[in-house]
């Protein structure tokens, strides 16, 4: 079971840290899906940084269990949002948001199963 938290949450680490330096960054594609959202293109940094939280609260998940869960669950909630997000608008390219929502409901699941419900 240990080796399955550690492998997800690297994994999460690596998706969530890579998206948030694409949308750090400026880059043009989350700005094109702000666009298409109605959202202000302002909301891209804050969108990055909320993800950059994320791949480290995950990453030091790894030593105080607690910041890893409640990363995980920030995460959750983030994708959660950014489906819905897209639902809303009619936009049915959710596949990317499924694979980051998977990914970070199952860091929580695993990080539960292996330290517990702290």
Known sequence: ???AFVTVTVLGVVFNGA???????????PKTQADMK???RTYVPVLGALLAAGA???L???AVPLLGNLAATGLVLYFVGAIIAHLRVG???IVGGIVFLTTAIAALVLGLIHHGLT
């Open 38 to 40: 109605g959202l202000p």
């Open 56 to 58: 480290v609260g995950l």
């Open 1 to 3: 079971m240990f080796i």
């Open 60 to 62: 030091a998940g790894l």
């Open 91 to 93: 936009s049915r390219d």
């Open 19 to 29: 998206a948030a330096i694409i949308y750090l960054i400026g880059h043009e594609y």
